[in-house]
């Protein structure tokens, strides 16, 4: 499943775009190729990231945050969580991806505050230097273990304040319900 998360990731990066504040969110969702099914029990499917791992601190800190909001939404709904994916009825897999700075060739989409660089190709849009927020991808993915994920997405924002954790976590969770909305209780 971590191979269909990566390539819902790149594709949806390239389509899904959130800006600063006081834009709403916007997620784009899995449609799911087979009809949802009930279950009680859910794995990681992914390796948590350490720093003992080469991670970068800041991808560590997300990738521990998403964890901790999809944990709380799935204990919420009364699942439970069991250590190994072969003994789970279902498996939760993702990705967090941060991008510093970001180069576009799509002047026309307006959620860029874009300015142009006149030394630039015709057509690239450059973010402006006040913008060095990193730009935050994640993707969540519900399904059975090496199958297609059944309920998730892929969401990315860019953070204007990432050392800020009650905004990162208010934003994670935001993310991880607009994500999983589609999720029902524990059956």
Do not use: H
């Amino acid at each position: 499943m971590r191979k269909i998360i990566s390539t819902l990731l790149i594709g949806l990066f390239l389509l899904i775009g959130f800006t600063g504040c006081g834009t709403p969110t916007k997620i784009e969702r899995i449609q799911p190729q087979a009809a949802p099914v009930s279950f009680q029990t859910y794995a990681w499917g992914t390796e948590a990231l350490t720093a003992d791992s080469g991670a970068p601190a800041q991808l560590v800190e997300l990738d521990t945050e998403l964890r901790q909001a999809v944990s709380a939404l799935m204990q919420s709904k009364g699942y439970m969580q069991v250590a190994r994916p072969e003994d789970a009825q279902m498996v939760v897999d993702y990705q967090v991806a941060v991008v510093e700075e970001e180069f576009a060739s799509d002047d026309k989409n307006e959620s860029w505050d874009a300015q142009f660089d006149s030394n630039a190709q015709r057509g690239v849009v450059e973010l402006p230097d006040r913008s060095g927020a990193p730009r935050v991808t994640l993707s969540v993915g519900i399904g059975p273990q090496n199958g297609m994920p059944i309920w998730g997405g892929s969401a990315t924002k860019l953070m204007a304040r990432p050392e800020d954790k009650n905004e990162r976590q208010r934003i994670l969770n935001n993310a991880v319900g607009e994500l999983l909305r589609d999720l029902p209780p524990a059956a």
